[in-house]
């Protein structure tokens, strides 16, 4: 970023750089813009890279280059584009003369459509991509705290977009970051817990995260490829580009720490930029549009799940509020004192925003609990706060800074929250918060981020991320936007009692206007944060006939039946699956203490994945109906399902409900009906019916043969090829696990970890586990014997060779056929838990069994 001579060099250059004007974009892709009559009016130097030799001009017509039924297919969906940002994808896009296929984003910029294309990949798989998606969003809806789900997440994404190092970086107030989980290659030295200063992603780029979700550098040695424009002396707009080059600042920077290529996925809350889930890969490295468009949606999807979680904590501290302000108001009748009211008042609400003491300040007196400052500081602190602030609610965490007389007493009390309990500014509540003397750990030296460089008068990024430690003293704790709630809610509370029990109830009508006002403000913030939550409902799930809370529990119930069926598919490989279980599980699930009233009769089948989960979401909303209206609702009733094949093979459910209330037909047909009614004949080509029978429903469900098959013989999991002893073993410090499912691998992490592992590495394909293996100790690896088009025999063979035990799972039980030196390892039958791999761990320890 080059600046004028003379003038002043500091970090705010940084915010003012035009970030989205800088006229390049990256060398994975081209870009072409053309306008209503078809002239082009931009394009980059590297588009005749892409369109093997053709050199098409500013002015020329595009439909040399988009021919005209991918030109309509283009201005067709640039129609759904949203006014002021936003693009649309399209994936295998014929271009140029040629019709060679690429992956393209349409945007718009004024008056001009924008066209940026890279090429498609042939080997992608949308439908893996998604898969693993799913399969990633259940694991995090799983987690029980808003920390586990920050770590899941960025394991998650180094496994999907095979980064060396993916770190979950939040936000402080103060717009600096910290990085609060990591996973990486186990070589590379640790950024967990590092601080960022904020101007290291100033205020302009952190607008462009939020305006567009993810974002790759896929070579930071690359600087751009200039887009050339009809009109010269103007620079294109690429805020909304996909390509978009970066600053040379941001490069250099990324070049002093060693990245060759970055990636970013926001994390967005209440539509503020929360964090980001920050990539980095020590060498270039692109990820194609389909694989991209997954993690932008799993991103998406994390924001929601954080949000919701985030939500659900702050409700129950507002909750917490609204009690004691209850009580507080029911008080009033009581025939006590204002003094008294308030007292209590504050000394409730201390311990609820984390205060170390309170202050109320009432008519020049002052009652004073816990830490705080004296009394006449206080008074100081009230005519300060009149005299700036008027009757807004103040706080801050480094009172000294905010107030210099108050760097006097900080020692005991850093932090202020002050809440005004009159109309006029005269009478306060102030809470304090005691000084935390701290130690942060900076990615380098915070005070000097950037340096004038050798290039001129230029900043240049700082060279040294070596953690810089700064102790920090004088401040407390952040207050956080719960506790700020709270104080409204205290506010709003006491100036009612104080206008019903002061003199000012002697100018009632004056008083009652003043406090309808500020009840209607109170009001209609509250009214704007429930229309903004149901604006968001109805945009994400639009359903008629039931209330949107309502929908959403049906919404997460089908999603949970969904997920539970999608597990046990996984578990046996994505091969077929027994109805039995999945009713069992349904039934331990949703019903707990009355599945015992389930009776299940037959012979079990098993279903292919596609039909498993279709007759899963069937199942669950019969159960669900059952529960809620049928023979399950009370403690008689009960379930008989019999399954039964004709001839030609195809399975038959029979639901039949007994002992429970008199049936009534439901007198409208809602979502749960049409799933019921029309899923199965639908998707799977069979039969549906059902019958509300007064005595109980009746139901009939038929899937075609082509989806059923019989149960494979049972065998008991667990090692197959080895006896192993029955003696715990501690797992080795570092261990390599390979394979190509998700799911598993990460529950495979999961029990390395819970076994005392020290860092787990987890790969899908043996490219990547020998690239590992070269530079990493593995004191252990485990790995998955089919890699879908690929073995893992490389990889044994390779850790043989340098003397790495390790051990084989599989989902062919006795059928794997090793070569002959590798016939004694270990093998352990999918699905495996704790204790067999802790036993494959004790059959490797010295003296319990060799191998061949």
């Known amino acids: 970023m080059n600046i004028d001579a003379g003038a002043p060099v500091d970090l705010t250059n940084c915010d003012r750089e035009p970030i989205h004007l800088l006229g390049k974009v990256q060398d994975y892709g081209f870009l072409i813009g053309f306008g209503d009559d078809g002239a082009i009016t931009e394009i980059s130097d590297n588009a005749r890279t892409y369109l093997n030799g053709s050199t098409p001009e500013i002015g020329d017509d595009v439909g040399s280059i988009i ?5 309509h297919f283009i201005r067709n969906r640039v129609q759904h584009v949203p006014v002021g940002g936003g693009h649309e994808l399209m994936s295998a896009v014929p271009l140029g003369p040629d019709g060679k296929v690429f992956d393209i984003s349409v945007h718009r910029n004024g008056g001009n459509i924008i066209v940026e294309a890279e090429p498609h990949d042939m080997q992608a798989s949308l439908h893996q991509d998604v898969s693993d998606v799913r399969n990633a969003v259940a694991r995090l809806s799983r987690a029980t705290s808003s920390q586990q789900l920050c770590n899941d ?59 567009n979700p993810i974002r790759i550098i896929s070579d930071t040695g690359f600087a751009g490829s200039p887009v050339r424009s009809s009109d010269g002396a103007k620079t294109i707009d690429l805020s909304d580009s996909v390509l978009r080059s970066v600053s040379e600042i941001h490069l250099e920077y990324l070049g002093n720490m060693g990245v060759g290529a970055s990636m970013s996925i926001s994390v967005v809350v209440d539509g503020k930029l929360w964090g980001l889930i920050a990539c980095h890969h020590y060498a270039p490295r692109v ?18 799940l954080l949000q919701s979680r985030l939500d659900t904590e702050a409700r129950s501290h507002d909750n917490a509020a609204q009690n004691i302000a ?10 006590r004192s204002v003094e008294d009211l308030i007292g209590q008042a504050a000394r409730e609400f201390m311990p609820l925003v984390g205060a170390d003491g309170v202050a109320v300040i009432l008519d020049g007196s002052v009652q004073m609990l816990g830490r705080t400052p004296s009394r006449d500081e206080c008074l100081a602190l009230c005519r300060h706060i009149a005299n700036a602030r008027s009757s807004e609610i103040f706080h801050t965490h480094d009172l000294g800074r905010a107030i210099p007389a108050a760097a006097d007493y900080v020692m005991r009390a850093a932090g202020l929250l002050s809440v005004p309990i009159s109309r006029s500014p005269r009478d306060y509540i102030l809470f304090f918060r005691r000084e935390l003397v701290r130690t942060i750990n900076w990615a380098g030296n915070p005070n000097k981020p950037v340096e004038v460089g050798p290039h ?136 707990l203490d009355k599945r015992d009233r389930v009776i299940i009769d037959g012979e079990d ?85 059902i019958d509300y029978n007064l005595s109980g429903v009746r139901a009939r469900f038929v899937v075609p043969s082509m989806h059923v098959s019989r149960p494979r013989p049972k065998s008991a999991s667990g090692v197959s090829r080895a006896k192993v002893a029955e003696t715990d073993a501690a797992a080795p410090d570092r261990v390599l696990i390979v394979e190509d499912n998700l799911v598993i691998g990460i529950e495979a992490e999961d029990i390395f970890l819970s076994l005392g592992a020290k860092n787990c590495t987890v790969v899908s394909r043996c490219a990547d586990a020998l690239r590992h293996l070269e530079h990493t100790p593995f004191d252990f690896a485990f790995l998955d014997y089919n890699l879908g088009a690929e073995t893992s025999l490389p990889i044994a063979e390779a850790l043989a060779r340098k003397g790495i035990p390790f051990a084989f799972a599989t989902g062919y039980g006795e059928g794997v056929d090793l070569p002959a030196h590798l016939a004694g390892t270990p093998c352990l039958g999918k699905p495996y838990g704790t204790e067999q791999v802790r036993q494959v761990l004790s059959a490797l320890r010295p003296g319990s069994q060799d191998r061949e």
């Open 326 to 335: 209850s009580r507080i108001s029911r008080l009033v009748s009581s025939n």
């Open 153 to 211: 997440a960025v394991r998650i994404t180094r496994m999907l977009s095979g980064f060396d190092r993916v770190m979950f970086y939040k936000f402080l107030p103060d717009d600096s970051g910290e990085v609060i989980a990591e996973a990486a290659n186990a070589d590379l030295e640790p950024f967990l817990g590092l601080r960022y200063p904020a101007s290291d992603i100033p205020k302009q780029a952190r607008a462009l995260y939020v305006r």
């Open 67 to 71: 021919g005209g039924e991918t030109m």
């Open 287 to 304: 990820l194609n549009a389909g694989l991209r468009n997954a993690l932008l949606l799993f991103g998406q999807m994390l924001s929601l």
């Open 605 to 689: 089948v098993l279903l292919t994945p596609v039909a498993f989960s279709t007759v899963a979401l069937v199942m669950h909303e019969m159960m669900t109906n059952s529960a809620k209206y049928g023979a399950l609702t009370d403690q008689h009733g009960s379930l008989f399902i019999t399954l039964s094949t004709d001839s030609d093979g195809a399975l038959e459910i029979a639901w039949r409900e007994e002992g429970g209330p008199i049936v009534r037909a439901p007198t409208r047909r809602g979502f749960g009906s049409t799933i019921v009614e029309r899923t199965i004949p639908f998707e799977l080509g069979g039969e549906a019916s």
């Open 456 to 591: 001129g008068i230029r900043l240049t990024p700082r060279k040294s991320f070596e953690a810089w430690q700064e102790t920090v003293a004088g401040q407390s704790e952040y207050w956080s936007a719960s506790d700020l709630h709270a104080a409204s809610l205290l506010r709003v509370t006491l100036l009612e009692v104080v206008l019903r029990l002061t003199d000012e109830v002697a100018r009632e009508r004056k008083t009652s206007g003043e406090r309808q006002e500020l009840l209607i403000a109170e009001l209609n913030h509250r009214v704007r944060n429930i229309l903004g939550l149901v604006r968001g409902l109805i945009t994400q799930s639009k359903q008629d006939g039931i209330s949107t809370a309502e929908f959403v529990d049906v919404l997460d119930s089908r999603i949970q039946a969904l997920a539970r069926a999608h597990d046990l598919v996984t578990r046996h490989n994505w091969q077929p699956s027994s109805v039995v279980e999945m009713i069992e599980l349904e039934a331990e699930s949703y019903l």
